[in-house]
């Protein structure tokens, strides 16, 4: 308000004191109003309403029905919750509302609508604080936004975003976006200075530029492409040329108007008054459109008055409504021709009956002609003399009543001929006629156009016709009157093409077509589509389902292991018995299956038919695999347990005991039952014979205690035997079957009496020495005791010698003749004769484990004795003879099962280029689904069959036949009378012909098919030239003569005079009119050369993987122009072959596997290992290595886990030794004494330990000791017995429990004497006479495989350990005694992965070439990948596809010549035609070498077409400028498309290409009238990234070249910022007026060479000295040679001053600034760096040298320090 009233003031000062006044009140009541706003402020409610958000909408049903609430309450101003009664009641808020419930169903009624973004809008103006940079790089960064709402699906009303919001989020309103920088138009280089415009007097010339890019983005505009200066050549003689005619454009097309409506307007147009020439034209034109309306009523009216006679020949009849009968009324038509030539004659003053008389002329004659063609169009003749035209008359009459007599003659033929041949005639006339000009389909007609002809001033103004002193062009020409295409209707749909119902698969065709009813002619518009397809299905209930085709398999081939074996396994050589895992292969084909149910009587054809191979493209969908892993169960080899004791001897049949004969047998058990059966195990039993069998016999069990005789205390008694009964086996019996053996007798012994001799107890007898007798071998057994006690030398009973301590007994007194019984394999099974055959295959299509009755095998069994061989049977029992003979199940025979033959493959068809005359073959084949099996029906040897195929019917083709050129047709002369020259028939005209369609055979076709299949449809109209009286007519050239021979030779060709011109003296000139041309043949000389790359390396065909092969170069021929041509030409077929070699992969090799080492524990679980180690590595693509080991990658290792028996080694002590007493009492023989024994480490076997080894096998801790002190018991001392075996623990260990051990008196004590303790106890301790026990189970192993396998099905095992609880592993007894549970499973199956090598696919055929033809083309063949790799398998290779390079074609094809000048014909300016031809072209196809201009028979066979493009223009209309006019150029070429990018990243503007239109003037005074330049552009794809920099030339004194470049090398104008343009121009301020000043690049003065600069104290130039010269000798010559430090212009050698040789050196200190140069700097540093050095020398060199110290002697005696640096022989 204060600058309001401020101004207001201010206005009221300059009016006066009472405006000032009153302005002073406004402001008094303004300053109230301002107050009362203030306490209104102040007056602001205490306590307001406030909401809450709405809540949830709530309600029964969906749609608009339900409710929401909110909480509403009253506040303080201040924040806090106040009572309702505080705020207003009237102002509360709603604290409910209906809304719109959302429900799930809404979803597809509601959706988001998106609107477009808006312009992008920078973010500098939107937001104040941001600046926008100086200089645009990539562009300004902004925000763009649009309307999103939500809507109603179906009608697009709005609806509440939060029923959309419901389903999905709101899309965002704005995006980021990036306004790009602006970009100017850039445009060329000028082009140089056209010629001057005229030849004399005041001109122009121009020079021009185009468009490179158009202005982007706000950009600025482009310049004026067009330059303009004066020229003047001279001045002119006379006075100029200010008028030029010009001619306009030619009209359309009309025909003349009857002849009565030209009368009727020539009346009128005589009593006028003469007009102008122009004026006569442009009234024609008027009547144009009249003639045209009037053309269709007229041509009917002759059509229906063709047979009455006219007067004077004004009737004209049309051609074409005359059939072949109406000779009659044509020779009518010659008498009226010939009253109209009398007309002629006699009223010459009458144009129009000038005309119409030779109108009528030529159409009787064209009737006569040509009676078989329909309408064909009016067409002038010549005139001639009265007296030759009557005789050329009569003589057509003639000719005339001949044909209607040879026409009367074919009638009455036609008579005879049967209906069906007249009907076939006619067609094919009916025919015939629809294809002639004038038919049905074309509708041709001739008319004329007119053009009109001005007079132009040079100033563009229309003048009077009489200015221009040139001769009049022609206004009128003939022309084709344009017609549009006309279709017919649509025809109604085909059927459609699939005949079956499949709901799944492709649908069908139908087709509707329409014909043509007019082809277009003249320009008009073309045809539309003539045929429409749409998709269809058939439909209806007789509608039978489709035959489907499904993938079917023959059965899986056998299981083969050897596929997978590596290079280098042994087991190739020897593939029997190969088992584990494998591949099996299986044929997949295709088959056809029907849907519907067939018929019973064709169950058994259309089964034959179901397996009827098929083509594999009928069949979607995968086909099914043709490998798989399979598996060969390896045989179990049988293992048998270790052989136990031998039995004693017993009866062969203990219930046949009448033979003597016995046999001690020994037995082992099957502990692995081997694959089929137990026959494939060794013999289990071994028998000896023996005499005294006995089935039973008493066991002592043991000897009771020793009695004395006489029941005294001491002495000799009797041990009673503990018996059992027990059968051979050694399993206690009953008593009673002991009946006859012998009882054991009671034993003698000896209870020792106080004073006798103690003796232990017999040890128990030693294992049989021998388990048979022989000559040298005798089994032996020993038992020994020891003396425990000497006797009293008093009465006792005395020690026996120690011979007498050991015992020795003879055992297996049998001789060592071992017998069993062998057994062979089982025979094959054969049939039982006894049981009825019906082993038949009938009905069995696979019986792999079927079997259809029982049969027999039998195998051999012999007796054998070990060692020597076969011996009779009775040596061996009879009783345990294994069977001969056993019942086997026969399987089923399977005969061979092969599909019938496929249908046979197709013949290729002809139609493919270069099919040559080989004869092509067909094949069928079959496939064996079923191999037969065990005896059934072999396979047919022959499955496949080929035949050659039929002769090949020619390819249906379509082509168009073209007919004889009709007659010139001249301008009406209605239209020409008044041409200068119109009373002689001649001039230019148009000639049309007929277009018929053809089939490649010859025959009749529908021009429809030739619209389809055939090329572009001839021209049916041509120009043409009607000669005039004086003009020489020639033939066409013939062709060339053939060359004899080249280079040498000549061809020539000939043409000669036709018609009148043969007579006319001035056409024999051949000079003018030459009749022959004569040429040198040709000098061809070709050479070939290889082009391209190699091929790849091609196996030949036979399935061979590597080896050798051959790769391809393909071979080019050029001719002496090098151009390319055929490579026949240069005697090559086209390739050169060189062999090549495709290496064979090489596995990886491993040696074999070494043997197992020994179990890493002697007692209890531990792992045994093998290892192969890596000979060769694989190559070339060979099967990898497995996994090596990580330390050294070349062993591979295997390690499985092993149990050592814990008994398998034991201790073996021999008796103790006697006593060696060392206190000896002599008399008593007792007291302190040593025993000692040999203990041993023995390998146990089932009969006992047997062999020694060595001590470390055993376990230490069991070691027995070897030697103990003891006290010898003196006479009558107690003597017990040795200790017995502790008794065990209680478990758990306890320290509260204890162990015991007993020993029992052997020799009563002496009176007074006690015996010692005979138990011992001790307290049990954990681990150390106290054990826990625990199963402990291993790892599992690797999967170990039979040694006949290579991969698939193996075994994993674990060993279970018994473990004591100080961890040391025992023997399994401990814990089995203890009933530990066993939950593990010890072995499981495993797979180990099978090494499955690649498998590739057979190369398929080669592909067609890629290119028809050139230097690129190649030919391929691809494979695929029928077997992946597997595990260690060897890799596919990477070639999966092979090239080589085609037949190098040349590339012919049409090409345009470059556009004639316009020419505008007759005049000098105004619309004119240009022209061009169409020429053959050869290329190499590469691009990079320019076409060659070759003969245009070699494009013969090409379709005429341009870049593609089949209309082949070769004329168009231009524009010839006239003097001084200005006018616009053509276009220029589209510019190459280009990118909006920076630095090479494209920023996504698209790419954008131009053209422009530049002006050119002619004249200086027309420059104001000049149009304005144009420019158009448009987008394009494929675009380029331009960058454009400054380039600056050398400085040319003080100013330089600066021009911008594309980095393609063009120079253009804009593109390059401007404010990184470099300095053009540079001067010094000051100037520089010093002499030998001058202005240095850096804008300072400076000095020219040879000169220094000397400063003011300011830093300016003060003056200009010259430079001390410094002369440095040079080798070789005495006179000085210097250089100069500095130079502006390196390049110019420097001026030698006379009389002096050599160059000169300026040194320079100071720069052009006044401050001293950086080298000045340099050599100082250097210079006193010297000084230092010379110095420091000096003062070394006169130094005085210090007397040498004595070494001290104590030096030597310093400690020798040495640094240990890690080697171990520190």
Known sequence: ??????????????????????????????????????????????????????????????????????????????????????????????????????????????????????????????????????????????????????????????????????????????????????????????????????????????????????????????????EFQTCQPGFCVGAESLYSLRVGPWGPCSVPLPRQARQAEEVPAESDKPTTESDTQSREG???????????????????????????????????????????????????????????????????????????????????????????????????????????????EKREKMREKARERLREKGKVKDPETRELIKKKRNRNRQNRPGGKFWELQVGYQTREVTCVHKSGSVEALSLCSQEMPVTFQACVMTKDCDVTEWSDWSSCSKE????????????????????????????????????????????????????????????????????????????????????????????????????????????????????????????????????????????????????????????????????????????????????????????????????????????????????????????NPQVQCVNSDGEYVERQLCRDAILPMPAICEVPCPKDCALSPWTPWSLCSHTCSGKNTEGKQTRARSILAYNAGEGGIQCPNISALQEVRSCNDHPCTVYHWQTGSWGQCI???????????????????????????????????????????????????????????????????????????????????????????????????????????????????????????VCQGYRWKTHKWRRCQLVPWSVRQDSPGAQEICGPGLQIRAVSCRKQDGGQADIEACLKFASSMPPLTQPCQLPCQEDCQLSSWSKFSPCSADCVGVRTRKRMLVGKSKKRDQCKNHQMYPVSETQYCPCNKYNAQPVGNWSDCVLPEGGRECGQGYRYQAMVCYDQDNRIVETSRC?????????????????????????????????????????????????????????????????????????????????????????????????????????????????????????????????PEEMPLGARNSRLPCPEDCVLSDWGVWSGCPLPCSENSTRERNAYPLRQPGEQKECPPTKETESCKLNSNCFHYSYNITDWSTCQLSERAVCGIGIKTRMLDCVRSDSKSVDLKFCKELGLERKWQMNASCVVECPVNCQLSDWSTWSECTHTCGLAGKLWRRRTVIQAPQGDGRPCPSQMEQWKPCLVKPCYSWRYSAW??????????????????????????????????????????????????????????????????????????????????????????????????AVVAQDPENLLQCPEQELEARPCTDGQCFEYKWRTGPWRGSSRLVWCQRSDGLNITGGCPATARPMADWSCDPPCTKPRSLCTEAGVCGCEEGYTEVMTSDGLLDQCTVIPVL???????????????????????????????????????????????TWVYGVAAGAFVLLVFIISMTYLACKKPKRPQRRQMNNRLKPLTLAYDGDADM
């Open 286 to 396: 008027d009547k144009q459109s009249r003639e045209g309306d009037t053309q269709t009523r007229e041509r009917d009216k002759k059509s229906r008055e063709g047979d009455k006679p006219s007067k004077g020949g004004d009737k004209q009849t049309t051609e074409g409504l005359k059939q072949s009968g109406e000779g009659d009324k044509q020779s009518k038509g010659d008498k009226q021709t010939r009253e109209g030539d009398k007309q002629h004659k006699e009223g010459g003053k009458r144009k129009e009956g000038k005309k119409l008389s030779k109108e009528g002329d030529k159409q009787s004659r064209a009737n006569r002609k040509l009676a078989k063609a329909n309408r064909k169009p009016d067409r002038p003749s010549r005139q001639a003399d009265r007296p030759k035209r009557q005789k050329k008359a009569k003589n057509k």
């Open 1 to 226: 308000m204060g600058l309001a009233g401020r101004a207001m003031g201010t206005l009221g000062v300059s009016r006066g004191a009472p405006l000032l006044f009153l302005c002073r009140i406004v402001l008094l009541f303004l300053s109230i109003w301002e107050l009362d706003a203030q306490t209104a402020v102040e007056t602001k409610p205490l306590y307001i309403w406030q909401t809450g958000p709405w809540g949830r909408c709530m309600g029964s049903e969906c749609g608009p029905g339900g409710s929401q609430s909110r909480a509403v309450w009253c506040a303080h101003s201040e924040g806090w919750t106040t009572l309702h009664t505080n705020c207003d009641q009237t102002e509360r808020p709603d604290n409910q509302q209906s809304c719109f419930r959302v429900c799930d169903w809404h979803k597809d009624l509601y959706d988001w609508q998106l609107g477009a973004w808006n312009q992008c809008v920078p973010v500098s103006m939107r937001s104040a604080g941001v600046q926008r940079p100086a200089v645009c790089t990539r562009g300004d960064e902004g925000i763009q936004t649009r309307e999103v709402g939500c809507v109603q699906k179906a009608n697009g009303e709005p609806a509440e975003d939060a029923i959309c919001e419901y389903f999905e989020p709101k899309p965002r309103l704005e995006q980021a976006c990036l306004i790009p920088c602006p970009r100017d138009c850039v445009v060329s280089e000028f082009s140089p200075w056209t010629a001057c415009s005229k030849t004399c007097g005041m001109g122009l010339q121009n020079r021009i530029r185009f468009v490179l890019a158009p202005p982007l983005f706000g950009g600025s505009a482009c310049p004026n492409l067009t």
């Open 1131 to 1259: 005697n090559s077929h086209g390739y050169i072959e060189e062999a090549c070699i495709i290496p064979c992969p090489s596995d990886c090799k491993l040696s074999e596997w070494s043997n197992w080492s020994r179990c890493s524990k002697s007692c209890g679980s531990g792992v045994k290992v093998r290892s192969k180690w890596l000979r060769e590595k694989p190559y070339n693509g060979g099967r990898p290595c497995p996994k090596l080991d990580h330390v050294n990658q070349a062993q591979v290792y295997e390690v499985v886990p092993c149990l050592s028996d814990c008994g398998q080694y034991v201790w073996v002590a021999e008796p103790w030794s006697v006593w060696k007493v060392s206190n000896v009492d002599l008399k008593d023989n007792c007291g302190e004494g040593v025993q000692t024994r040999k203990v041993r480490c023995m390998l146990n076997t089932i009969d006992g330990p047997s062999e020694q080894v060595e001590d470390y096998l055993c376990d």
């Open 500 to 719: 079956c119902y499949d709901p799944n698969g492709p649908k069908g065709e139908r087709i509707r077509t329409r014909k043509v009813s007019q082809f277009p002619i003249g320009g008009g518009a073309d045809c539309p589509e003539l045929e429409e397809k749409e998709p269809c299905s058939p439909q209806g209930d007789g509608v039978l389902p489709c035959i489907v085709y499904s993938w079917k398999t023959t059965e899986w081939t056998e299981c083969r292991v050897d596929v997978l074996l590596s290079q280098q396994d042994r087991r190739r050589g020897n593939q029997t018995g190969l088992c584990g895992g494998g591949i099996q292969t299986r044929e997949v084909y295709c088959v056809q299956t029907s849907a519907d149910t067939p018929a019973p009587n064709l169950a058994s054809l259309r089964s034959r038919e179901a397996l009827r191979p098929m083509d594999s493209d009928l069949c979607l969908g995968i086909p099914p695999n043709t490998t798989q892993l399979c598996h060969i169960s390896c045989p179990v080899e049988c293992e048998v347990s270790s052989w136990s004791a031998w039995g004693p001897c017993t009866y062969e049949n203990c219930q046949d005991q009448v033979s003597k004969k016995g046999f001690k047998l020994r037995k082992r058990k099957i502990v692995n039952e081997p694959t089929g059966g137990t026959g494939n195990c060794p013999h289990l039993v071994e028998a000896i014979p023996c005499e005294d069998p006995s089935c039973y016999d008493w066991l002592v069990v043991k000897l009771e205690e020793c009695i004395p005789d006489n029941e005294k205390e001491c002495g000799p008694g009797t041990q």
């Open 1460 to 1557: 004639s000048e316009c020419k505008s014909e007759g005049a000098r300016c105004g619309e004119g035609l240009r022209f061009r031809n169409v020429s053959c072209f050869v290329s190499d196809g590469s691009g990079q070498q320019d076409s060659s201009l070759v003969d245009d028979e070699l494009c013969g066979d090409l379709e005429p077409s341009v870049d593609g493009d089949p209309q082949i223009i070769l004329q168009e209309a231009c524009t010839v400028p006239c003097p001084g006019e200005c006018y616009l150029t053509d276009w220029t070429v589209w510019s190459p498309c280009q990118l909006s990018c920076v630095s090479g990243d494209d920023l996504g503007f698209g790419s954008v290409q131009v053209r422009s239109r």
């Open 1671 to 1717: 002369e440095i000798p040079t080798a070789g010559d005495n006179k000085a040679d210097v250089k100069t430090i500095r130079a502006f212009n390196p390049t110019q050698p420097e001026a030698s001053s006379p009389g002096r040789a050599g160059r000169t050196w300026f040194l320079q200190p100071f720069g052009p600034d006044g401050k001293l140069k």
């Open 831 to 953: 049939e039982d004769s006894s049981i009825p055959a019906t082993n038949t295959s009938a009905g069995r299509t696979r019986g792999d484990d079927a079997s259809c009755s029982v049969g027999m095998q039998t195998r051999k069994v012999i007796c054998v004795r070990v060692n020597v061989g076969q011996v009779p049977p009775k040596k061996c029992p009879e009783s345990l003879r294994p069977d001969t003979v056993r019942p086997c199940l026969l399987p089923c025979k399977r005969d061979c099962i092969v599909t019938p033959y496929s249908d046979w493959s197709q013949c290729p068809s002809t139609c493919r280029a270069g099919s040559g005359n080989t004869k092509k073959k067909q094949n069928r084949k079959r496939i064996v689904i079923q191999s037969p099996a065990n005896g059934g029906q072999d396979c047919p040897e022959v499955l496949t069959q080929e035949r050659e195929c039929e002769a090949p019917s």
